[in-house]
């Protein structure tokens, strides 16, 4: 079975300054990993996913994520906030059951 | 290429009464599954549906249900609501299995009262 932990409801950033936000899985198979954004009432949107290939993931917006097997870790960041990128995130595992376990979710604020 | 659709996009109900979601997937794509999303419990699972099927299903109480039909479009019920089932519900399409990316729709608020 598969489970996803994110650490932190809510994190706050300065605009320019480095969002890093994490998130810790469980899979006893090789996973594959999402992060999903999520803007006020509306549904989510796939930001980036990591499928065994390239361990350093770029998706849209800027932003990017790293897995690291050693750590079952697959952290999102992007070098410079933009009050745009205030929202709620969402990483996501899946593998061997066709489901996708989502997180409970990181709203990400960011301060003037 | 069409987005996933959900209708209604917003609905209020009364204790006691039934409703029906619906979702029509991206076209090609075989697997719907639904969510149910509150504040307190976040994105929670509640069914999964391919070739008209429930292939997996989250732990929720037998008043919620679902059906698939032959061109893959998606209904869920809920039956006797409850102030409790007030949430967003949000249907999610993928082409062949759930290992693969997940396009959901803009989900439907249901609000019981």
């Known amino acids: 079975a598969q489970s996803v932990t994110q650490l932190g409801s809510h994190v706050s950033v300065s605009e320019g300054a480095l969002v890093l936000l994490r998130c810790n899985y469980s899979?006893?198979?090789?996973?594959?990993l999402f992060w999903y954004v999520q803007y006020p009432n509306q549904g989510l949107q796939l930001l980036l996913k990591y499928t065994s290939a390239a361990t350093l993931v770029k998706g849209i917006n800027g932003f990017e994520a790293e897995f690291k097997k050693s750590e079952t870790s697959f952290h999102l960041t992007k070098p410079s906030a933009h009050m745009s990128d205030a929202a709620e995130y969402f990483c996501a595992v899946s593998g061997g059951d066709d489901k996708i376990i989502f997180g409970k979710g990181t709203r990400l604020h960011i301060l003037p | 290429k069409a987005g996933v659709t959900q209708t209604p996009r917003y609905l209020i109900k009364t204790r006691g009464q039934q409703v029906t979601l619906s979702c029509s997937p991206i076209s090609g794509h075989r697997s719907v599954s639904w969510y149910q999303q509150t504040p307190g419990q976040g994105l929670q699972f509640l069914f999964e549906?391919?070739?008209?099927?429930?292939?997996n299903k989250g732990n929720f109480p037998g008043r919620f249900s679902g059906r698939q039909f032959s061109n893959s479009r998606s209904e869920m019920n809920v039956s006797t609501l409850e102030l409790g089932d007030s949430a967003l519900y949000l249907c999610a399409s993928s082409s062949f299995d759930s290992n693969t990316e997940a396009f959901f729709g803009q989900g439907t608020r249901l609000t019981v009262v």
């Open positions: 899979s006893s198979v090789p996973p594959y």
């Open positions: 549906y391919f070739s008209e099927t429930q292939r």
